[in-house]
């Protein structure tokens, strides 16, 4: 069983500058390096647009799922349930569930769905999660980085301290990338979840430019065993 202290609370990391709100990730600046010219063209259109006030018809925006990684790059608190068979991540935003197996092999076939298939393993403090079967309807982040469905994402999730805990994420796409992708994302104790409806509140059709996220980044997520 993954070595967690007892109701943990965090949400994303941020700061604001110039009005924005930005999460404490890094490796997502290695994008011109890492991805394909068809890609990166798709990439660079959404930037295009959205600097225009145009919203890119992302899956988050249409109230579909976010999908893996870019899960974890959303600024919504979530919550992990772990047990010694498995390890539950529960987003506010539209209650999300991934569904990690532990100590288990991947199935000789895999059906593409929005957060694929995770297995777990505990190394030390570490859980490790690797996942396999992403369908490509979703992107890397909010950025609309593309991928394809040959994606393979492997998380190392760690406690730093009392208050932070950190993934630090390798991603592997032969049809999208030129080389693995690592990023890194970190947490800080918060609060707890409310209730979130995608079909409720339109906030993500507005550009994240002109976003007010002061109500949807007041709670973060904890970490219990169950």
């Known amino acids: 069983t993954w070595n967690i202290p007892g109701d943990f609370r965090a949400g994303s990391s941020l700061e604001r500058d110039r009005g924005l709100l930005k999460s404490s990730h890094k490796g997502w600046e290695e994008r011109d390096s890492i991805l394909q010219p068809w890609a990166l063209d798709l990439a660079k259109q959404v930037m295009v647009d959205t600097s225009k006030g145009e919203p890119w018809a992302s899956s988050t925006g249409n109230c579909y799922l976010d999908g893996l990684p870019a899960i974890n790059d959303q600024l919504a608190p979530f919550q992990i349930f772990v047990t010694s068979a498995k390890v539950a991540f529960v987003s506010q ?17 895999v059906r593409h769905t929005w957060f694929g298939h995770s297995v777990g393993r505990c190394e030390g403090a570490t859980l490790v999660i690797d996942t396999v079967g992403l369908t490509d309807r979703s992107s890397l982040n909010w950025d609309g980085i593309p991928h394809t469905s040959a994606l393979h994402v492997v998380e190392r999730w760690r406690i730093i301290d009392n208050d932070r805990l950190e993934v630090q994420m390798t991603l592997d796409d032969p049809g999208a990338f030129v080389k693995p992708w690592n990023v890194r994302k970190s947490f800080q104790r918060w609060g707890d979840l409310v209730e979130y409806v995608c079909a409720e509140d339109t906030v993500h059709t507005v550009p994240p430019h002109e976003q007010d996220w002061s109500s949807h980044v007041s709670t973060g997520f904890s970490i219990d065993e169950y």
């Open 93 to 109: 935003l539209n209650l999300q569930v991934r569904h990690i197996h532990m100590n288990q092999s991947h199935p000789p076939e």
